[in-house]
């Protein structure tokens, strides 16, 4: 999974992005033509912890998420993202806008002075932009084409142009695709341009450090100026959580206590967007290899298999199911079984969070 960090200059989103990744990408400016930041960020999973200690397995892997921090000056025309970084972002599962909150006057804000609800509005309007943009140049594109299409291709062109123009009306009413109501035949058509309003959103409110322990009442400050279901928020001090990335589990943990941060921020950012995108994560579970893999929530059984390896989606007989807590309390994938725990699953069963997965197939 991508998760595009975005967010206008001195924002902080580079210092989040160092935070998240445990990385020293350069803060500040960029200069001109530099490519994003990119760091690979491992899930912690407190479950697939706990298994392991079962298990006790030769190798333990965490599900990742891929983190790509784009320049600020990518949105400081007013006119969009950059065209250089516009193919990437689309590419990306999900968006993080970084919205400063803080206040620091060794870093003047690029407007002058701090308005988290000013910043989303405008970064919203170049979102909404850039994808009015493309639907009118697809609908030019539709046009010039109705003069020698196929009869039998005539409706769905037409089809695609009213829900383009729908789409567009919508944009410049100022509601993002994700916020505007589809069927789910109009949804699939949408999936291959890559609209950038129509992704989650998650906003990140960058806090100032004194600020850290009253995180969740200034998420309820701004919970009525950022709105929609596929939109999520979140208020962390990345000054504080960059600092934390530095030191060592029990001395973080240590520190929090001290600021009265109950939960680290980055882990509950990192929950926000898989929650946001819709994912959910199984696990193989074995003394080879305890591991953790994501899917989509709603996914079957083969296709689950198919993260694992493709063979196993080709040749999926069945699924042996264990819930992770039964297997926890159990002990053993034996005793699980004894217990009428471990079930047995066909093609049709959807993959729930937290099941532990063995699959049989044919070679």
């Not at 992005?17 to 445990?22: G, M, P, Q, S």
């Not at 921090?69 to 990306?92: K, T, V, Y």
């Not at 819930?323 to 079984?337: F, K, P, T, V, Y």
């Amino acid at each position: 999974m991508d998760l595009g960090i975005i967010g206008y200059q001195r924002s902080g989103k580079t210092t989040i992005f160092n935070a998240v990744t445990r990385g020293n990408a350069q803060t500040g400016s960029y200069g001109a033509g530099v490519q994003p930041n990119i760091g690979v960020v491992k899930v912690p999973d407190r479950r697939l912890d706990d298994l392991a200690k079962i298990f006790k397995p030769k190798k333990f892997t965490l599900a990742d998420i891929r983190y790509i921090d784009f320049p600020g000056e990518a949105f400081s025309d007013g006119q969009g993202p950059n065209a250089q970084f516009l193919a990437q972002l689309a590419r990306c599962d999900a968006l993080i806008h970084v919205a400063r909150v803080f206040a620091d006057e060794t870093v003047p804000h690029p407007q002058s002075s701090v308005d988290a609800a000013r910043d989303i509005a405008a970064m919203d309007l170049e979102l909404m932009f850039a994808d009015a943009a493309f639907i009118e140049r697809r609908l030019e594109k539709i046009e010039a084409s109705m003069r020698s299409v196929k009869m039998s291709e005539r409706d769905a062109a037409e089809r695609e142009m009213e829900l383009l123009k729908r789409l567009k009306a919508g944009l410049e009413a100022d509601i993002p695709l994700r916020d505007q109501e589809m069927s789910p035949d109009e949804e699939k058509l949408l999936v291959n341009y890559q609209f950038l309003t129509d992704k989650p959103l998650l906003v990140v409110f960058n806090i100032d450090e004194g600020d850290a322990a009253r995180a969740s009442e200034i998420e309820a400050a701004y919970a009525g100026k950022v709105r929609g279901p596929h939109t999520a928020i979140a208020a962390i001090s990345g000054k504080i959580e960059q600092e934390l990335a530095q030191l060592s589990e029990d001395e973080a943990e240590e520190f929090r206590k001290d600021l009265g941060i109950t939960e680290p921020g980055l882990d509950r950012m990192i929950r926000m967007s898989y929650e946001l995108t819709g994912l959910i994560s199984f696990f193989t579970i074995g003394e080879d290899e305890c591991r953790a893999w994501n899917v989509k929530r709603g996914a079957t059984a083969p296709a689950a298999a198919g993260k694992i390896h493709t063979d196993l989606e080709r040749g999926f007989i069945r699924a042996e199911v264990v819930r992770w807590d039964d297997l926890l309390a159990a002990g053993s994938i034996a005793e699980a079984r004894k217990r009428a725990q471990l079930r047995q699953e066909g093609k049709t069963y959807v993959v729930q969070d937290g099941d532990c997965l063995n699959i049989l197939f044919n070679v």
